[in-house]
């Protein structure tokens, strides 16, 4: 699937560079993303690949280039404007309140104040909508454990939960999910599971839209069987994209990342 033009792009960064001193960390990234796309950006290890991502989630500032959110510049923007604008992220380690419950967690994201009121309990917190979000990714019946007490993976779910929570109202017409290496930590089923969820999201229409995914990844069955179009990252530039299976066959790829022995079926990826 090639790049879109501007005008269909919900997502373009355009020629995007991010220098560390004297260290060309990203050199003129160019790549899109789309509403209703998964999107993989894999490399190996000091590819630029989690500077690329913070650069567009608003941790780093761009040395070079353009970030654009629905034809509109966000690159000077801050992280909680982004998120006003419809970006929300997660994080490799699960960033949630762990003395909340899991419906708490979720409700505190949907308060529509910018400080939630003293006086209005967080249990009151749209309690119908938090309850529709964790059964989107499969959390339903845990929504009254704290969120201490949950699984490593059921702590991945939550996030992405308090990420779906973050764009309610704020993004019109659908957002972008950033997930930094959303199966970091999990076992091969947990990873199968959760990556299954994520691109379950870019399939359904809200009330706001289509949602748009781009996530950064290590475990090739996380990409191999999810991604719609998986960019590879390489010193610092895109080296190739294209559909799973594109990549997988592109010799470049096989013989500076992957192996030249890698193969992969559907869902699954072996070296």
Request: glycine share 10%.
């Amino acid at each position: 699937m090639a790049d879109l033009p501007l005008a269909e792009a919900q997502l373009e960064v355009r020629d995007l560079a991010k220098h560390f001193g004297g260290v060309q960390a990203v050199r003129g990234v160019h790549f899109t993303v789309q509403a209703g796309e998964c999107v993989a950006l894999i490399g190996p290890n000091g590819a630029g690949k989690s500077t690329t991502f913070a650069c567009i989630a608003g941790q780093h500032a761009p040395s070079a280039g353009q970030v654009l959110w629905r034809g509109q510049r966000i690159d000077t923007l801050t992280p909680a404007q982004r998120l006003q604008c419809g970006l929300a992220r997660s994080f490799q380690v699960a960033q949630t309140f762990e003395a909340l419950t899991t419906l708490q967690n979720v409700q505190l994201l949907l308060q529509t104040g910018s400080v939630l009121n003293p006086l209005n309990l967080l249990d009151q917190q749209a309690p119908a909508r938090a309850l529709d979000l964790l059964a989107r990714v499969g959390l339903q019946e845990q929504a009254g454990l704290q969120a201490g007490q949950l699984p490593y993976g059921a702590k991945k779910r939550l996030e992405l939960a308090m990420a779906l929570a973050g764009l309610q109202h704020r993004a019109q017409g659908g957002g972008l999910l950033l997930l930094d290496e959303p199966a970091a930590g999990l076992a091969a089923p947990e990873r199968a599971a959760l990556m299954q969820v994520v691109h379950a999201l870019t399939r359904t229409t809200g009330s706001q839209g289509k949602l748009a995914v781009l996530y950064t990844e290590h475990n090739m069955d996380a990409v191999f069987g999810i991604a719609d179009r998986v960019l590879v990252l390489m010193e610092g530039r895109i080296a190739a994209s294209g559909t799973a299976d594109e990549v997988a066959a592109n010799a470049l790829v096989r013989s500076h990342y992957l192996g030249r022995a890698f193969r992969h079926t559907a869902g699954h990826s072996h070296a």
